[in-house]
């Protein structure tokens, strides 16, 4: 058995056709095994699946306009690129087949996501079977055949890996790319061969095009290069910095992320505009982290170890340190890659589990140093027992997590709580209702403002009669969510306020978010406050829990009745102009404007003037000047029906003003003097209604009320 570093020059074709196919035959098991449910969720997009998101609004499908700018560098342009790739290979396929009859068609898959989704989530299988093959290329070579085995099988048995495989992040390309340039860190540590540092440039380069971290594979890249220098009988002068293949590698990884990501370094203002939140988001912490473990042992303890099994992960990390310090070469390298991600991830206030994802290699090749170091006092004893031993070894580092990832893939297959709560929702449809208030990770609906939004879009404009009926055949809902911050403490305060929401039918609560605020009761009072009234006054009704067999969050839903709703509004005080001032302020304007625009048209549908004039009022007078009218004449209609009459008369005055020959705010401001004691203007408002009304079918309604309003008026008035 072979437990050198690296591959002898005379190893024959046959021990190389071998290598490689335990290898695929590994990678093929793992694909096997996370393709299983790729259409989880769906026809909901339950997760956050940016970069479909954004390829698919910078492909243009409905506006027939591609453009590659992706106006964001939060994360680099890589993932959008693949996935634009992806949607155009899946529309030509389509086309093929007869799937698709147009762009339109493919335009319209976003009602469901449901074939673009399991195309993207493709992806994410086809990257990880990637690190499963060079996991178990690098064992093999690395601690023999036993070593391929046991690192491919840790892999693919991942329960942390196959997780990431089926969702839609950039972070599955990475810790394949980080893979491919590990591979060639161990080429360079062995052979120091120019096209070693090409090829560890290029897939640096990609991987940082796909996300920022991958720099932290600088430590490990710069122990391969001395080991590469003295492997050429290269001196260490100037700390092997003046090699000239160091700086091939450098230059090709820095041309590799131009060609990739752009628009990052032509678009500096963007840049430095998201670098600075990013920077935030790392210092500040993300909403909820608060109630995390220290990064040191978060890592270890609730990531690395569960994503691979306790006994994998314990033998992995021992072994890499026990390699590196008895067989030293390639397995320095291995562990400077680990150590530099670990300890500098760490140290941020973010700590996500996805981003200790490109550990998971070192660590499995850490299982296969342990081979390395014992294989040969098995192989000495003799071939049977070699091979009991690699059996005993797999079992014990591959069972456990084999066994989470098989009930991960069986819960996929599962309806999740947010689909049952959807469906419970759509079964308590009447009329035009519900009217939901919803936090961020509770069921997807379709939204009814969305629709209508669509109708003055190009992108709707473009579309077939056909296909336009079947968009606005769409069966929406009327909802508002809830903003969602993940740094900005107290930026959602204003939203937990169960008087925004006294229009409406169900307030969703979701455990993602809920659980969030209540871990941390000091810091979100108002959060917990709204909770505790949401169980106070009114009636839950449903409760959709996860459990063994279902994934998701729990759901929570709470019923306002009629009864409640008007024991509310007598009993809670209003808002006041204060409390709107101070959110719009304090929160991310267009946020804000959302929001007080969706809860003012609810409850204009509602017949709740009051409360539609009370949420245009701060809209009208937030917004920039040239935004604002265009909610002036639903913001005139509520003051008026509310009867605000010294409110309404400024606004019908301005509305006439930009719309002279419409003759709605003439007859209401006929009705607003009549209402503050001026018969004589009110009779002029009227009959100059009437004249603008003339020969106009639409305003026939409008004519008859007018008249009847002049009839009332009586001769002294």
Request: net charge positive.
């Amino acid at each position: 058995m072979n437990t050198s570093q690296t591959d002898g020059p005379q190893m024959s074709q046959r021990r190389l056709s071998n290598r490689l196919l335990i290898a695929l035959a590994l990678a093929v098991v793992a694909a096997f095994l996370r393709s299983r449910h790729l259409a989880w969720g769906l026809p909901d997009l339950e997760e956050e699946a940016f970069p479909l998101k954004k390829a698919f609004e910078m492909c243009g499908w409905g506006t027939k306009t591609m453009r590659l700018d992706p106006d964001t560098a939060g994360w680099p342009s890589l993932s959008f690129y693949v996935h634009m790739l992806v949607q155009h290979l899946h529309y030509w396929t389509g086309r093929l087949s007869g799937e698709f009859a147009d762009r339109g068609d493919y335009f319209l898959q976003q009602t469901t996501w449901t074939p673009i989704a399991v195309w993207a989530r493709s992806v994410g299988v086809l990257a990880s079977s990637v690190v499963v093959l060079v996991g178990a290329r690098l064992g093999h070579r690395l601690a023999g055949w036993g070593g391929g085995l046991v690192t491919g099988l840790i892999l693919a048995a991942s329960p942390m890996l196959t997780q990431h495989a089926q969702l839609i992040t950039p972070d599955i390309l990475l810790v394949m790319f980080t893979a491919l340039a590990l591979e060639r860190f161990v080429d360079i540590a062995a052979k120091g061969r120019a096209r070693d540092y090409l090829w560890a440039g290029l897939w640096i380069g990609l991987g940082v095009s796909t996300k920022y971290t991958p720099i932290l594979l600088a430590p490990a890249f710069y122990v391969a290069h001395l080991m590469g220098l003295h492997h050429r009988s290269v001196g260490l002068r100037a700390l092997g910095l003046g090699d000239k293949y160091l700086w091939w590698a450098v230059l090709a990884c820095v041309l590799v992320f131009a060609a990739t990501s752009p628009f990052v370094l032509v678009n500096t203002g963007i840049l430095s505009r998201d670098m600075d939140h990013q920077m935030s988001h790392l210092q500040q912490g993300h909403f909820g982290h608060d109630s995390q473990n220290p990064g040191l042992v978060f890592y270890a303890f609730d990531v690395l170890a569960p994503g691979m099994g306790w006994p994998a992960f314990l033998l992995g990390l021992t072994g890499l340190v026990a390699a590196a310090i008895r067989k030293r070469g390639s397995w320095w390298v291995l562990l400077a890659g680990l150590l530099a991600y670990y300890l500098v991830l760490s140290l941020l206030q973010t700590r996500f589990d996805r981003y200790l994802l490109p550990g998971l290699l070192p660590l499995a090749l850490g299982v296969a140093g342990w081979w390395a170091l014992l294989g040969p006092w098995f192989q000495a004893r003799s071939r049977n027992m070699a091979l009991v031993g690699v059996v005993l070894l797999a079992l014990v580092v591959t069972i456990p997590p084999m066994i989470e990832s098989l009930l991960f893939v069986a819960k996929q297959g599962q309806p999740g709580t947010r689909q049952l709560a959807k469906d419970w929702i759509l079964q308590h449809r009447d009329g035009n209702g519900p009217y939901l208030a919803m936090e961020l990770y509770t069921p997807a609906l379709p939204r009814a403002k969305q629709i209508r939004l669509r109708r003055g879009d190009p992108a709707f404009a473009n579309l077939s009669p056909e296909q336009q009926r079947r968009w606005l055949d769409l069966d929406p809902v009327s909802s508002v969510y809830l903003p969602f911050y993940s740094t900005r403490e107290g930026a959602a305060d204003f939203y937990y306020d169960l008087r925004h929401y006294l229009n409406y039918d169900f307030v969703v609560t979701s455990s993602a978010v809920r659980q969030r605020y209540e871990n941390s009761p000091a810091r979100y009072r108002q959060q917990v406050k709204f909770y505790e009234d949401l169980e106070t006054h009114l009636k839950d009704v449903q409760v959709f829990a996860p459990g063994p067999r279902r994934r998701g969050p729990e759901i929570r839903i709470y019923a306002i009745t009629p009864e409640i709703r008007a024991h509310l509004k007598r009993t809670l005080p209003p808002l006041t102009r204060d409390d709107f001032r101070a959110a719009a302020s304090a929160v991310q304007a267009s946020h804000f404007h959302n929001f007080v625009k969706t809860v003012a048209s609810h409850a204009t549908e509602r017949g709740d003037a009051k409360t539609s004039a009370a949420y245009f009022q701060p809209l009208y007078e937030t917004l920039p000047p040239d935004q604002r009218d265009e909610f002036l004449p639903a913001y005139a209609n509520a003051t008026v029906h509310a009867g605000l009459w010294q409110q309404a008369e400024p606004l019908l005055r301005r509305w006439r003003r930009l719309d002279p020959a419409n003759p709605v705010p003439v007859g209401y401001l006929g009705l607003v003097q009549r209402e503050l004691g001026n018969p004589d203007q009110a009779r002029v408002g009227f009959l100059a209604c009437l004249d603008l009304a003339a020969d106009k079918p639409q305003y026939a309604a409008l004519t008859v009320w007018v008249r009847q309003q002049l009839d009332a008026l009586t001769p002294d008035q």
